[in-house]
């Protein structure tokens, strides 16, 4: 690995305020348990041939789970990305919702089965969906943000991305509006040094994504993303400046990719054995367990019901989601046409 885990051996909440309260924290890890289970499964059916397309969040928990923690889920608005399972689940997103968007079922929530996997949307939850072209969801967060801003609330519009967006024009256009305006958005990339297969060093010239918030005059904060706590200090300020009128931070969240970037790709082609073995000790939710039962903040029977829960869940959720009858071959064009 590069530089993005040079600081996990201090141990979860080392840089972060941890006066959350145990309940809370407990909350945060089964959010990232449910987020990897579901994960796991849904590669385990698109290995069986039932699912068409899976891109994974796996190494991502803790930067989605504790950022999202930190927004309200009441008025506050989303644009996850396209790996964002951990974050529209903690905003309110069901896995038998997701398992319904993965099969293309007619109840799906999403699009009613008509987009592919992981474009997750949500009107009641305000999940807004991005685009399959990587980056649009950047300036239409800053317009969510300036609507906010007109009408004279306080919502906040959080958008996530990968590092290798930020090379695209839709990442410079979309902040530098923001940046311009002082609107209420948190930009958060989840930099998991690889492009699909490019490695940062081979997109950029800086060391960190979050060395770009100087050139349009905002903080960038890097943040070790493994660490859930972390994420969630980092979060709740930038939550803060953003209400209180001073506009946008950029947090650049240090993870690790720990499955091939998607389902169609075979990561072994450009990262070594060494490399795969090594990310695997900074998984984020073996870091967060320790830390838990370090703490006395769980107990290992409480861990193992908790597994359990979740499992029965998954289980539950998928077949539901099988079971769910296919769209209508007649509302093949709705949503394509105006009536």
């Known amino acids: 690995m590069a530089v993005s885990m040079k600081n996990t051996s201090q141990g979860v909440g080392s840089a ?32 069986a041939g039932k699912a068409p397309f899976v891109i994974s969040c796996q190494g991502h928990e803790a930067a989605q789970v504790g950022a999202a923690f930190a927004l309200d889920h009441t008025k506050d ?17 069901t896995p038998a919702e997701v398992m319904l968007a993965l099969f293309a079922r007619a109840a799906d929530p999403s699009s009613g089965g008509r987009q592919m996997p992981a474009h997750y949307s949500s009107r009641r939850l305000r999940i807004v969906t991005q ?54 958005v948190i930009f958060q990339c989840e930099n998991n040094e690889y492009a699909i297969s490019v490695p940062q060093k081979m997109q950029m010239a800086v060391k960190s994504v979050a060395e770009r918030g100087a050139a349009y005059g905002i903080p ?9 706590l972390a994420m969630y200090e980092a979060t709740r300020r ?20 720990l499955t091939a970037h998607s389902s169609d790709d075979n990561d072994r082609a450009y990262r070594s054995q060494q490399e795969l073995r090594a990310m695997r000790q900074h998984d984020p ?43 209508e071959p007649e509302t093949l064009y709705d949503h394509v046409y105006a009536p």
Not at 304 to 325: F, G, H
């Open 220 to 228: 960038g904060v890097s943040v070790d993303g493994t660490d859930v």
């Open 238 to 257: 930038a939550v803060e400046r953003a209400r209180a009128g001073d506009g946008p931070t950029l947090i650049e969240a240090r993870v690790v990719r």
């Open 77 to 93: 608005f989303t644009l996850p990305y396209y790996r964002g399972l951990g974050t529209v689940l903690v905003m309110g997103m």
């Open 16 to 47: 972060a305020n941890t006066d959350i309260a145990p309940a809370v924290m407990r909350d945060m890890f089964r959010s990232m348990l449910l987020a990897r289970a579901l994960d796991e499964r849904m590669w385990l059916l698109n290995r």
């Open 285 to 327: 939710i073996a870091r967060f367990a320790t830390y838990l039962h370090e703490h006395d903040l769980i107990s290992e029977d409480e861990e193992r019901d908790m597994r359990q829960v979740i499992a029965a869940e998954v289980d539950s959720a998928t077949d539901l989601a099988e079971r769910a009858p296919l769209p």
């Open 131 to 184: 685009s399959s072209p990587v980056g649009t969801q950047i300036p239409h967060a800053a317009g969510i943000a300036l609507a906010e801003q007109i009408r004279g609330g306080d919502a906040v519009a959080w958008t996530s991305f990968g590092e290798g967006t930020t090379s695209q024009g839709d990442f410079h256009e979309g902040i530098n509006f923001a940046a311009v305006h002082q609107l209420p």
